[in-house]
């Protein structure tokens, strides 16, 4: 593969001696060792990329209500949360989340124990 630019630099050859797992891989290029781990990788970059697309909203939804009502949201959930209401709720969807999200690596590895009971038992 001849740069982009026309040196005529030959990057193929670069990459596929590179350390770290540089190289490209049936016409892609990889940064790690396994191609797996870097399809893996791009997943946890993109979700990373939503969860801060969230935040960002988030944080605008708390401004605009404050600013159009006068309420400091952000002040009431933690206020909602200190009271503990909902703490048992929460606590059971959080662990049907892990559950969801993790359970692909569980069924590879063939365990039958939850990621809580694992953390919990170490």
Do not use: H
């Not at 396994?34 to 939503?50: H, K, N, Q, T």
């Not at 993790?102 to 590895?109: F, I, K, N, Q, Y």
Request: net charge negative.
């Amino acid at each position: 593969m001849t740069a982009l630019d026309g040196s005529g630099y030959e990057w193929e050859n670069t990459l596929r001696d590179a350390p770290f797992g540089d190289k490209i891989v049936d016409g892609g290029y990889t940064a790690l060792p396994d191609p797996v781990a870097d399809r893996i990788f791009e997943v946890v970059m993109c979700l990373a990329g939503e969860v801060w697309a969230v935040r960002d909203r988030l944080r605008l939804a708390e401004a605009a209500i404050a600013s159009e009502y006068g309420i400091d949201l952000s002040a009431a959930v933690d206020v909602y949360r200190e009271r503990g209401e909902s703490l048992d709720a929460m606590r059971e969807d959080r662990d049907a989340f892990v559950e969801r999200v993790l359970r692909p690596l569980r069924v590879r590895t063939g365990s039958s124990r939850t990621f809580n009971e694992r953390a919990i038992e170490g």
